[in-house]
């Protein structure tokens, strides 16, 4: 869930330079968000026609936004609708991270987070036992993808996609320049990230990770800069996307097991993968556990690296950044 009020990019930032001739860049809105996107052709040729079709096209397949998208077709019981390769592609990945991540990522989180004040609906004033009535609509071990349909073991339950989509569409307009045969390039949707080859100044693209303050302003001061090439990277956390009731912060991260939002002292969780889907989905996974099981998950994990901001007993900004992250690291305050 990456939408609360704010349709902002959560935590990145992309340090841009002077384009030379031959380095394109182009911005556009997909997802209710905003892109951006850098890349080197042999031409001066604009394929932001093709990318905006291709994310068009990711949209029908993928967003809740799109009343008759195939997502919101499969949470309106519509028996007719199949899977296409983008949805079949999102739900298999978001398999993956569920398991991998011990049931923290889970897409059928829809019915909690629409009662909390994070959907289409306005919250409700929830009880535990309420609580626990939506938790019985909540889990991945209830669907299953079957033929191209998908199946639900309660009619009730809502399938969101949000916290992994942007970071999927990044690798599909990733895969689309590399099949022009673009090798250096910067993808950003949402504010999660694909990268790979160099810059317009022959190095590595440079990214800046917001500091976790809550309402901070993008870009206005950052956390950590990053230095990549042929890695993705997402971030996630509850520094925009919250509401405050009666002295209590809630916020847009929900617990799958617990039901209620979570609170923890990590701040946010910026995850570099290859393809940055896996990013993004990880990266909403250690948001739900906390730094600690954060921690002790991303040991198990292959080819995923981490950055996780968190707060200390005495209230002190932290960083943890697992050995692999470390080498991305250029600055950090």
């Known amino acids: 869930m990456k939408r609360f009020i704010m349709l902002a990019a959560i935590g990145l930032t992309l340090f841009s330079c002077q384009q030379p001739k031959h380095y394109i860049s ?17 031409s001066n040729f604009n394929y932001q026609r093709e990318i905006d079709s291709l994310l068009a096209d990711f949209d029908t397949s993928c967003s809740i936004y799109n009343a008759n998208s195939i997502v919101s077709r499969i949470n ?19 398999r993956m991270v569920w398991e991998k991540s011990n049931g923290a990522f889970d897409i059928t989180i829809g019915p909690l987070a629409e009662a909390w004040g994070f959907g289409f609906k306005n919250k409700v004033k929830l009880d535990s036992a309420m609580v626990d009535s939506l938790k019985a609509l909540v889990g991945m071990e ?17 399938i969101n996609l949000n916290a992994v989509a942007q970071g999927y569409s990044s690798d ?21 990230i694909r990268t790979n080859g160099l810059n317009s100044k022959g190095k590595e693209w ?11 302003i ?6 950590f800069l990053l230095a990549l090439s042929g890695k993705s990277v997402a971030t996630s956390g509850n520094y925009r996307k919250f509401y405050e ?5 809630y916020a847009h991260t929900i617990d799958p097991k617990s039901g209620f939002p979570v609170r923890h002292t990590l701040l946010c969780a910026t995850v570099i993968a290859d393809d940055c889907g896996t990013a993004d989905a990880f990266a909403t996974a250690f948001m739900v556990v906390g730094i600690d099981k954060a921690r002790d998950m991303i040991s198990t994990l292959k080819g995923v690296d981490a950055i996780f901001v968190y707060t200390d ?21």
């Open 142 to 158: 209830k669907i299953r993808l079957e033929n191209g349909s998908l199946i639900k073991a309660d009619p009730r339950m809502f």
């Open 218 to 223: 993008p870009g206005e001061t950052f956390q």
């Open 76 to 94: 309106s019981n519509d028996t007719t609708v199949r899977a296409d390769k983008h949805f079949t592609a999102v739900f298999n990945l978001s």
């Open 26 to 42: 182009i911005n556009g809105f997909a997802q209710g968000t905003t892109y951006s996107i850098t890349y080197q052709a042999d």
């Open 245 to 249: 009731e009666n002295g209590v912060k």
């Open 172 to 192: 599909v307009v990733a895969e689309f320049l590399e099949s022009k045969q673009i090798m250096n390039y910067m993808v950003e949707i949402g504010g999660e």
């Open 313 to 333: 007993a005495q209230g002190v900004y932290k960083t943890l950044a697992t050995e692999g992250a470390k080498k991305f690291i250029i600055e950090e305050d």
């Open 206 to 216: 440079v990214i800046g990770v917001d500091k976790p303050v809550d309402n901070a």
